[in-house]
């Protein structure tokens, strides 16, 4: 598993009386989340802020959570719903809202993941088929991933996995203790 790494930042509130976080960088984002830092560093060496940061390295990772919709001659108008979007099956039309049913269903299964990966669904997922099985994994690994809804209008010919939302996120539980490292700014 990879490692991630959580950088804290929390800075003395007069107001308040207390150490409050003022910024947490995720490594699942890092081109934002660096930029955050490093504009929240200049400001910390210009002598505009104090803060004390910490760096968290974890030894596992965050899992995404996962769903399945199983192609099972699927009809016109039966609909999948994820994250409040439906796909509509339709006998030819193949677009981000509606997926061609095809000659088997493996080939309706391909058509199904094309259809969310070219939406805006893949915002909250992204999809891959195997055989008649579509696979939903949600885009930002942790437990988030488990709110996602997924909703079948017909539970035979288009049966969805779990009970109504993806399953099997988590966020990262460290085997052992995660390093630490503490700098004053």
Not at 161 to 178: C, E, H, V, W, Y
Request: charge should be positive; proline fraction near 3%.
């Amino acid at each position: 598993m990879a490692a991630e790494t959580t950088i804290v930042v929390k800075h003395w509130n007069e107001t308040l009386n207390t150490i409050t976080d003022i910024m947490q960088c995720q490594a699942s984002r890092p081109r934002r989340e660096v930029s955050k830092l490093i504009n929240f560093l200049k400001g910390c060496a210009a002598g505009n802020r104090m803060a004390q940061m910490q760096v968290q390295v974890n030894s596992a990772a965050s899992v995404a959570a996962t769903g399945t919709i199983t192609a099972a001659t699927p009809v016109a108008n039966d609909t999948v719903t994820i994250a409040g979007t439906a796909l509509t099956a339709t006998a030819s039309t193949q677009n981000a809202s509606n997926f061609a049913i095809g000659a088997t269903n493996t080939i309706t299964a391909a058509n199904i993941a094309t259809c969310i990966n070219a939406s805006a669904i893949n915002t909250y997922v992204f999809a891959s088929s195997v055989g008649a099985v579509v696979t939903l994994t949600a885009s930002r690994p942790g437990v988030l991933g488990n709110l996602v809804t997924l909703v079948s209008s017909n539970g035979t010919r288009l049966p969805v996995s779990g009970s109504g939302k993806l399953s099997g996120g988590s966020n990262s539980a460290p085997s052992a203790l995660p390093t630490l490292y503490h700098y004053s700014l």
